[in-house]
């Protein structure tokens, strides 16, 4: 009775010891059920999921949730103190306004990408699009699609162009608009719009890379699409999204962002 007794407080003690060696090595990440909730611009979809993916590699006990909108949308309700503790913007405005009403943690903000428009019709389309963007200007063309500039980067920066190449004026009673880019995009897909105004980090994903053709809008026909991306001061936990900014910015970040059609900022 006392030799079990006595085997039975070595199992205890040494299961204790395995415990105290586990909370002691372990990743801090792992000891708790951690986790990110990331307000992401559309445009952002198939690379950040991609991004996702590959953060959980390296740090397993992160749970990274993302909601995809349009920036404004989500500008609008982060001032509202939304429960979000990241938000990657189509664009670098509303992360700067965010920033100037104190609402991210100091030193927090960041420019992580910059993007490209283009012109993007599917397969069996018999728009000439060695045209540029002239082509919009075809009688066959009824609907286009841009997302809303009153909210979307992507929209305002379609507006640009379309206002820069001087043929605005013409388009315009055939533009419908989008909620966001990501919807833009399904306008153009499923025939709503004859052609969509979207982002280049849209059509190379494999949801749409074989279901169209595109052509891109010189760079000098819109602002740059420089977009950032901030932490908030109500962040429910800042170390594990300081950690996803750091992936984002870093190596394996920088290359899947590339993958789907992004340049890197300046600096």
């Keep these: 009775m006392q030799q079990r007794t006595r085997w039975t407080l070595a199992a205890v003690a040494i299961a204790v010891a395995a415990v105290s060696l586990w909370f002691l090595f372990s990743p801090k990440e792992q000891q708790g059920g951690k986790a990110v ?29 993302a909601s995809y909108g349009s920036s404004g949308n989500f500008y609008a309700q982060l001032s509202n103190r939304a429960p979000f503790d990241l938000f990657l913007s189509a664009d670098i405005e509303y992360p700067n306004k965010l920033s100037e009403q104190k609402l991210i943690l100091p030193g927090s903000q960041f420019i992580y990408a910059v993007g490209e428009l283009v012109i993007w ?11 540029g963007i002239r082509a919009l200007l075809d009688s066959s063309v009824r609907h286009i699609a841009v997302a809303n500039p009153e909210h979307a980067p992507y929209g305002r920066a379609a507006i640009a162009a379309l206002t820069n190449s001087g043929i605005y004026a013409q388009v315009k009673p055939r533009l419908i608009y989008g909620d966001n880019i990501t919807q833009t995009a399904q306008f153009a897909q499923t025939g709503a719009a ?17 279901a169209g053709k595109y052509v891109k809008i010189p760079l000098e026909q819109y602002p740059r699409l420089e977009q950032a991306g901030v932490i908030l001061n109500w962040a429910a936990d800042p170390e ?28």
């Design 37 to 65: 909730a990331v307000a992401v611009a559309s445009n952002m979809k198939f690379a950040f999921e991609d991004i996702t993916a590959a953060f959980k590699k390296e740090h397993p006990g992160i749970t990274v949730t």
């Design 121 to 131: 019709v599917p397969t069996g389309s018999p728009l000439d699009l060695s045209l």
């Design 194 to 210: 004859d052609v969509g105004i979207i982002a280049l980090s849209l059509v190379v994903a494999p949801a749409m890379r074989n």
């Design 240 to 267: 594990s999204a300081q950690l996803l900014r750091a992936f984002i910015t870093g190596p394996r970040g920088k290359e899947i962002l590339h993958q789907y059609g992004f340049s890197a900022p300046e600096g």
